[in-house]
């Protein structure tokens, strides 16, 4: 063959192009089953995080198998429910809220125990500034009192909404309540600079992060209402 000839050019490049893509494509499909493995186990630990769980990728299962008793699923309306094929683990609430109907949803919870002691958590999904953003909220046996939460996001703006996921703006949350008496108030997060340190319902912002802020505090506010039924039929059991 010619090598000088553009023929000889497009075959060699289409020959490349084929390999180099059928590399790749061979590649992504081996570590498929590894990157799964990966997404499950840092679910377990952020689950695991919120009830102040520290667990590496090695101890999770483990850890995730002794402290997590019970998995429940509910429907929309906050009645226990099942969907086929699945359990509670397996819901992802990030695609469940950005691709399924909100009458179609699933909401996961589980039950942590150690001690004798129960916590109750809850994951949810929501809007920030640039994307999603998500997270875990524990609460005590009461089902009212916040124990414990990690938040998390992929593209919100370093050094403003991005420190959703650091510990100073988490563990404002903590003894947080989200009943007023009977009625469900949620926790609100309210304008950075805010003096909130005697109002159970409501956290400080993040400085110059509003929006992610109050992405945060409505993602909470949306996702604990469908809770609402099952703490309310749950909480003279649970004490």
Known sequence: MDVNKNSYIFTFSAILVIVVGAALAFAAESLKPLQKENVRLEKMQNILASVKIEATPEEAAEKFEKYIIEQVMLDNEGNVA??????????DVVKEFKTVEEENRFYPLFVFEENGARKYIVPMAGNGLWGPIWGYVAFEGDMNTIYGSTFDHKTETPGLGA????????????????FDGAEYVSVEVVKGGADVAGNPHQVDGISGGTITSKGVGEMMERTLNVYVPYFKGNQKAAL
């Open 82 to 91: 099942t969907s086929e094929g699945r359990t509670a683990f397996d819901i």
């Open 163 to 178: 420190e959703i996921n650091q510990p100073f703006f988490q563990d404002k949350f903590i003894g947080k309540t989200i």
